[in-house]
């Protein structure tokens, strides 16, 4: 138990302290005071810049003590002010107690030992193996979240410290909502339903560790990422929108790195600068940091898949030895029968027949009425209680919110997303 928070503590410190010094680097002040907002954004930043150090090394312990010396010579070098960092105490101790119980009382996901231990095992001990998903084909989807839980892990503790990351990014996410339902401000004020509305949704449905495989930390990020959004970039008189721009670009970036799926999230920010695009000086080397993500990820999954966006054909490069289209398009289709749901099917077509002309539609919603139910009981709940807990007589003033924006983006997402599934 004591090992478990002595880790616990430790990586909570190394993304605090990485996110304090990513923003000093893009910011001449304090560009953000929240405790769990910093953490939060040292937490992606880690993510980004292990998946990096992994195309060279393995992502082994020496990696994580030399992150402690760095950040340490750091503050020793660099005058900064602690004082103006804001941490609400009774949150802080009440978001983790949570996250402790479900730490200790949670088993570890299904997948573990699928594929995630096997690929954090091999993170660890070796940089990017050239052409791994001949090992197994979800090794080619190269999740960044398996990379976090091969960064922030000791050899002896592997195991524990695989659910600890995963605390983790609950602990914030309920940190930064719970601190900001707490906050009187005039400019999110507005935003409070939307932002409680949220909380509630994952504390009745996403506080489960034992289901946070890649999934539920990629939605927490997508609803921190939306957070950001309505707290930083709608307000449109803010000096700071290039900084704020970039870190939530990164955020945007970071959930797609987890998920292949999340794709269409980027054009998010590709609609934001758009709009904004006299505001944005995207020339500027700061966005540089964007470029080599980007960059990088598509390195990786060369060298893992030989496909730009594993596991798209359409990206592939052929000519490349390591490249396998029959292991790839087998790994689809092996997915697509599973997703609708074939092994639950007990009539007579084969599996390829069943997937195709909708004839696993009345198949699939046998198998997850009662998860379609659960999931719209638990919408029709937070709206109610959303309702109940705020008084609507304010409505959104144009220079507050785009409202217009906002919604028209989120219908291209929404529509392309659908589409792509």
Same mark, same amino acid.
């Given at each position: 138990m004591s090992l478990i928070l #002595?880790? #616990? #503590? %430790?990586f909570l410190s190394v993304i605090f302290l990485n996110g304090i010094i990513f923003l000093?680097? @893009? $910011?001449?002040? @304090? %560009?953000i005071t929240n405790f769990f907002e910093i953490s939060f954004i040292g937490l992606i930043l880690s993510l980004c810049i292990a998946k990096i150090l992994n195309i060279f090394i393995p992502l082994n312990d020496i990696l994580l003590y030399l992150n402690i010396l760095f950040v340490v010579i750091y503050l020793f070098i660099k005058k900064i002010n602690f004082k103006k960092i804001k941490i609400?105490? %009774?949150i802080f101790l009440t978001v983790l107690l949570i996250s402790l119980i479900n730490i200790f009382g $949670?088993? #570890?996901? !299904? !997948?573990? !030992?699928?594929?995630?231990?096997s690929y954090i095992l091999n993170t660890d001990k070796t940089n990017y193996i050239w052409g791994l998903n001949y090992l197994h084909p979800l090794y080619g989807t190269s999740s960044i979240w398996l990379i976090g839980q091969s960064y922030f892990n000791f050899d002896f503790s592997r195991l524990q410290d695989i659910h600890i990351l995963n605390g983790l990014i609950l602990f914030l996410f309920l940190g930064i909502f719970l601190s900001q339902l707490r906050i009187k401000n005039k400019l999110t004020n507005i935003f409070q339903p939307i932002f409680f509305s949220i909380l509630i949704f994952v504390l009745l449905k996403y506080t489960r560790l034992k289901e946070f495989g890649i999934d539920r930390p990629a939605y927490l990020i997508l609803f921190i990422s939306f957070y950001f959004y309505l707290k930083y970039l709608n307000n449109y008189k803010s000096n700071e929108i290039n900084n704020h721009f970039l870190i939530f670009s990164i955020i945007i970036l970071s959930i797609f790195f987890i998920k292949v799926i999340f794709i269409f999230l980027l054009l998010f920010p590709l609609l934001y600068f758009y709009k904004n695009y006299k505001k944005i000086d995207i020339l500027n080397k700061k966005y540089m940091l964007l470029f080599i993500f980007l960059f990088s990820y598509f390195i990786n999954n060369i060298l893992i898949s030989g496909c730009l966006i594993y596991p798209l054909t359409i $990206?592939? @490069?052929? =000519?490349?030895?390591w490249t396998n289209l029959d292991i790839i398009n087998q790994f689809k289709n092996?997915?697509?029968i599973f997703n609708k749901s074939f092994p639950s099917y007990e009539g007579l077509l084969i599996s390829n027949? =069943?997937?195709k002309n909708f004839n696993w @539609? $009345?198949?699939w919603f046998v198998r997850h009425k009662i998860e379609l139910l659960e999931f719209i009981i638990t919408i029709i709940l937070v709206i109610i209680l959303s309702f109940v807990s705020f008084k609507y007589k304010k409505k959104l003033k144009s220079n507050s919110f785009d409202l217009y924006f906002f919604n028209k983006a989120l219908l291209i997402i929404l529509f392309f997303s659908i589409l792509f599934f």
């Open positions: #002595f880790h #616990f #503590f %430790l000093n680097q @893009i $910011s001449k002040k @304090i %560009l609400d105490k %009774l $949670s088993n #570890f996901s !299904d !997948d573990l !030992d699928h594929y995630h231990y $990206s592939c @490069i052929e =000519y490349l030895p092996s997915n697509e027949e =069943y997937i @539609i $009345s198949t």
